[in-house]
C-alpha cells in the first residue's frame, strides 16, 4: 500500500509499485535458482539494463521491508531479506575492479573513483584541514544518493541536474525540523520547501562547486568522457552582493557595544573579550588574524618606529596559524587610542611571564574560525544579542565591514591605498599585492590614523584592562615585602593604663 511509511522511502507511489514488483521477481527467482551463479545470470545481471534505476529500487524495496520488521518484530520476506541483503552486498557493493573500455575509459564504482579523488587531494590539504570530513560528510552522500551505486562511465548529465535539483531544495536544518527529518534527499526537489528553510546561497554555492572538483576530476583522470560539471556552471543562485552579506554597526550599534556596562564596570573575564572587539574595530582585521596572534607579533616596525601588529602565519612551534590566503600577511600600525587603552602594558605583562600567545585564553579549533572559534561564539552570546543591537546580519565581521566603509566613505580614502594593509587585493591584483605589502607598509600607515569612532563611543568611559575580573580571577604570587623594623625608644610613656598594670604586678 502507498502509505507513510512507503512515502519515507518512495518518491512516487509508481516506484513504489515498481519496486515491489522488483522485489516479487527476485522472490521467485530466488524460489527457481538455488545457486548464486544461476540467480546471478537470471536476476542480478540483467538489472538497470532498462530503466538504470532497478538497483536503487531494489535496494529501497530492501529497506521499506525491513523496517517493516523493525516496527512489527516480524515480517513474511525476514528470510528473503537478509539473504537479499547478503546477495546485494556481495554482488553490487564491492567495489567494482577497474575496466578499461573500449574508448580506454577506466569504468569503475562511483565510491571507488571518490576514495582516490580525495586521496590525492588530501596530500595538498593541510593537515589540520577538514575538507576531507566535509566531502563525507556533507557534499558526497548527497550526491551519491542521486546517482547510486553506479559506474563513472555511467554517470549522465541527467544525474547533475538531479543533484542540483536535490541541493536548491535540500532544507538548512533537515535533521532538526520533524517534516523533513524523515525523508530522503530524493524527495525534496519534489516538495514545496520555503525559502526560509533551505540552505543559504553560500551553502548550496559550496555543495555544487565542491562536487564540481570531483567530477572535472573524473573527466581530467579518465573515468568519463562526459564533462559532466558543464551544468553546474548554468545555475543561478540568488546571492547577495558581497557588500549586502554583512551589515556595518550603526553608530549607536558601537555605543552599546564599547560603552556597555561590560567595558565600563570592568566585568570581562577573559582578556580576549576585552581586547579582540577593541582591536577589530581599530585594525579591521579578521577574527583568527587577531585571535592567533602571539606576542612577537607585537613589535616596533624598524623604518617607521611605529608599534605595529604584525599579521603572519609564521608559527614554528605549532603550525597552526593560518591565513585565508598568503598575501594577506601585512602590517598594521596599532592605532594611538589601543594604546591609550594599555595594549602595550597588556603586551609586555605576557612578554614578563613568558607568554607565546597574545590570548592564550583562546584554545585552537578545526574550523575555518580556527583560534577565534570561541571568541565568535561569545561574542555573538553577549555583544551582538545581549546589548540590544537591533540591525540584522552583523556578527564580529561587521567590525572590519564597519571601518573600510568609515575610511572609504567618512573619510574619503581611496580604497585601493588601504588595501594592503586591509589583506585585500588592490588594483593590479594579486601580484602587486605579494610584491608590494612589506615594501609600502608605511605609505598606508597614514589611513588607518584616521580610524575615528569618537561620536560614536567613548573611550574614556572604558575601564583599564587592568581593573577588569580576568586580572582579579588570575592568581598573583607576590613576594611578602618585609617592614623595616623601626628603633624602639628605651623609655616607655607612661599612662594610667600601664601604670596601673604595674602597680597591679608589684601587688602580685
Known amino acids: 500500500m502507498w502509505d507513510m511509511r512507503a512515502q519515507q522511502y518512495f518518491k512516487s507511489e509508481e516506484s513504489f509499485h515498481a519496486a515491489m514488483k522488483l522485489f516479487q521477481e527476485y522472490l521467485k527467482a530466488a524460489s527457481t535458482y538455488s545457486d548464486f551463479e544461476s540467480l546471478s545470470q537470471h536476476f542480478f545481471d540483467n538489472l538497470d539494463d532498462t530503466t538504470g534505476n532497478e538497483t536503487d529500487l531494489l535496494q529501497r524495496a530492501v529497506n521499506y521491508h525491513a523496517s517493516i520488521k523493525v516496527q512489527q518484530g516480524d515480517n513474511p520476506y525476514e528470510k528473503q531479506i ?272 613568558k607568554q607565546k600567545r597574545l590570548f592564550p585564553d583562546l584554545p585552537y579549533v578545526s574550523n575555518n574560525n580556527r583560534y577565534g572559534d570561541k571568541l565568535q561564539r561569545w561574542f555573538n552570546r553577549t555583544y551582538r544579542n545581549e546589548c540590544g543591537i537591533t540591525t540584522p546580519n552583523t556578527s564580529f565581521h561587521s567590525l572590519r565591514h564597519t571601518v573600510i566603509t568609515h575610511l572609504v566613505n567618512d573619510k574619503g580614502v581611496d580604497p585601493n591605498k588601504i588595501a594592503i594593509g586591509l589583506g585585500q587585493t588592490p588594483v593590479g591584483g594579486v601580484t602587486q599585492t605579494v610584491y608590494t605589502k612589506r615594501q609600502s607598509h608605511e605609505s598606508y600607515f597614514k589611513y588607518f590614523d584616521q580610524i575615528d569612532f569618537s561620536d560614536a563611543f567613548d573611550t574614556k568611559e572604558i575601564r583599564g584592562w587592568k581593573f577588569h575580573v580576568f586580572n582579579n580571577l588570575a592568581p598573583k604570587k607576590t613576594t611578602p615585602i618585609s617592614k623595616p623594623i623601626e628603633p624602639q625608644n628605651t623609655k616607655k610613656k607612661v599612662t594610667r593604663k600601664t601604670a596601673s598594670k604595674t602597680s597591679k604586678s608589684v601587688l602580685k
Not at 559506474?151 to 520533524?178: D, G, W, Y
Not at 560603552?259 to 582578556?271: E, I, L, P
Not at 598594521?332 to 605583562?349: A, C, F, N, Q, T
Open 82 to 353: 537478509d539473504e537479499l541483503k547478503r546477495l546485494i552486498e556481495t554482488h553490487i557493493a564491492n567495489p567494482a575492479v577497474p575496466v578499461a573500455t573500449a574508448s580506454g575509459l577506466h569504468a569503475v564504482e562511483v565510491d571507488s573513483a571518490f576514495d582516490e579523488f580525495i586521496k590525492q587531494k588530501v596530500a595538498g590539504w593541510r593537515t589540520d584541514s577538514t575538507a576531507e570530513i566535509s566531502y563525507r560528510t556533507s557534499y558526497y552522500p548527497i550526491f551519491k544518493a542521486v546517482v547510486g551505486k553506479t559506474l563513472t562511465t555511467e554517470i549522465t548529465k541527467k544525474h547533475i541536474n538531479e543533484f542540483i535539483a536535490v541541493v536548491l531544495s535540500l532544507p538548512a536544518n533537515k535533521t532538526k525540523i520533524a517534516t523533513y527529518k524523515d525523508k530522503s534527499v530524493l524527495d525534496f526537489p519534489e516538495m514545496k520547501i520555503p525559502d526560509a528553510h533551505k540552505l543559504s546561497a553560500t551553502s548550496q554555492e559550496k555543495y555544487l562547486s565542491r562536487i564540481g572538483m570531483f567530477l572535472k576530476w573524473l573527466k581530467t583522470n579518465d573515468y568519463t568522457n562526459i564533462d559532466l560539471a558543464l551544468p553546474l556552471g548554468n545555475v543561478k543562485l540568488g546571492k547577495k552582493q558581497a557588500n549586502d552579506r554583512r551589515n556595518i554597526y550603526t553608530k549607536s550599534d558601537l555605543r552599546k557595544l564599547f560603552n556597555s556596562d561590560v567595558y565600563r564596570q570592568g566585568r570581562h573575564k577573559k582578556a580576549s573579550h576585552f581586547w579582540v572587539p577593541l582591536i577589530g574595530i581599530f585594525t579591521g582585521a579578521r577574527l583568527n588574524e587577531i585571535c592567533q596572534m602571539t606576542t612577537d607579533d607585537i613589535h616596533q616596525d624598524p623604518v617607521t618606529k611605529r608599534w605595529v601588529f604584525d599579521v603572519n602565519a609564521n608559527d614554528e612551534q605549532h603550525s597552526k596559524k593560518s591565513l585565508k590566503q598568503p598575501y594577506h600577511a601585512r602590517i598594521v600600525p596599532i592605532h594611538k587610542r589601543l594604546i591609550e587603552l594599555g595594549i602595550l602594558d597588556y603586551h609586555r605583562s605576557l612578554k614578563t611571564t
